[in-house]
């Protein structure tokens, strides 16, 4: 049963690319729920299933099998019409681990904030440039920034225009893709604490994709761990972490080299430059 506090119900999501010798399963049956307020992980290794499975909850990627509601609305059939696919974007939005998966190159910030406000909000034109100016003080990026374009930018500035982006829309999702993976720790960390004052403002809730184990018990509450499309083990992410009841949650856990998500707070000391 979903109840209203459902951000996600997956049941049996199942993905098979390709046909006969070629056939490969890359999710199997996986089944789960997000609530709201309680932001969900899903590890595993490299070409485990997180971004398949990531996909088929935004309606991106149709599954063999099984269904996903997202926010009461079905994820599993294609949206045709465009209006079917505002609504969905409304639901959803993905930042990606690069951030040009989103953002033109050469279009200024603040055109990329207007284009996407102009198709998704119904305000006149002093309210969107209003918006626009909110949208950029939230993320953190200052009136020059606003005006050059992503490819002007450094990699963090690029990530907070990629999340001003998905905010522009006000999901009632945001998919994070690995979307810190590519930064310096530093810059990670920044923006890891933008994600969580973003959240207190705004109420959205994350689906964060991640290899990243210290990110993951920095953001989310409950985690998913995928292993060869399969889910081996879920629950809250804290006592998952630290008390791994399958073997390869363990072997992902103990691969890191300094165990350093167990430290709380760790991400946010490296931001303030008080971390050895
Ligand atoms: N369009 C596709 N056609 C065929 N195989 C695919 C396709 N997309 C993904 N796969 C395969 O499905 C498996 C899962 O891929 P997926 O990208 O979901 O993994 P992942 O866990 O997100 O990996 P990574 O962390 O490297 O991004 C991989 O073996 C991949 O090669």
Redesign the pocket.
């Known amino acids: 049963m979903v109840h209203d506090d459902t951000v996600i119900s997956a049941n049996g999501l199942r993905?098979v690319?390709?046909r006969g010798r070629s056939e490969?399963v890359?999710?199997h049956g996986a089944s789960f729920t997000m609530t709201r307020g309680r932001n969900l992980g899903i590890v595993?290794?490299?070409?485990?299933?997180?971004?398949?499975?990531?996909?088929m909850i935004m309606g991106l990627e149709r599954p063999t099998a099984g269904d996903v509601v997202v926010c009461g609305s079905d994820m599993t059939r294609p949206a045709h019409s465009r209006s079917a696919r505002r609504e969905r974007a409304k639901l959803t939005q993905m930042v990606y681990q690069d951030p040009f998966g989103s953002l033109d190159p050469r279009q200024p910030v603040e055109s990329v904030l207007r284009e996407v406000l102009s198709i998704h909000d119904s305000g006149d034109r002093s309210a969107r440039e209003l918006r626009i100016a909110e949208l950029c003080d939230l993320v953190g990026l200052t009136v020059a920034q606003r005006s050059r374009s992503p490819r002007d930018l450094s990699g963090g500035q690029r990530q907070r225009v990629a999340i001003a982006r998905a905010l522009a829309v006000e999901p009632r999702l945001i998919v994070l893709?690995?979307a810190v993976a590519a930064l310096d720790i530093s810059i990670q960390a920044q923006i890891l604490n933008l994600l969580t004052d973003v959240q207190d403002a705004t109420g959205t809730d994350y689906l964060l994709?991640s290899?990243d184990l210290a990110v993951v018990s920095h953001l989310t509450q409950d985690v998913i761990v995928?292993r060869q499309?399969e889910i081996v083990e879920q629950g809250e992410t804290r006592v998952v972490l630290e008390e791994p009841q399958h073997r390869y949650t363990r072997v992902l856990r103990d691969s890191i080299p300094s165990q350093r998500w167990r430290e709380p707070g760790v991400l946010e000391r490296i931001a303030l430059g008080s971390d050895g």
Do not use: N, P, Q, Y
């Not at 595993?44 to 996909?55: D, I, Q, Y």
């Open positions: 993905k690319f390709g490969h890359a999710v595993g290794e490299s070409g485990s299933g997180k971004s398949t499975l990531a996909r893709d690995e994709i290899h995928l499309g």
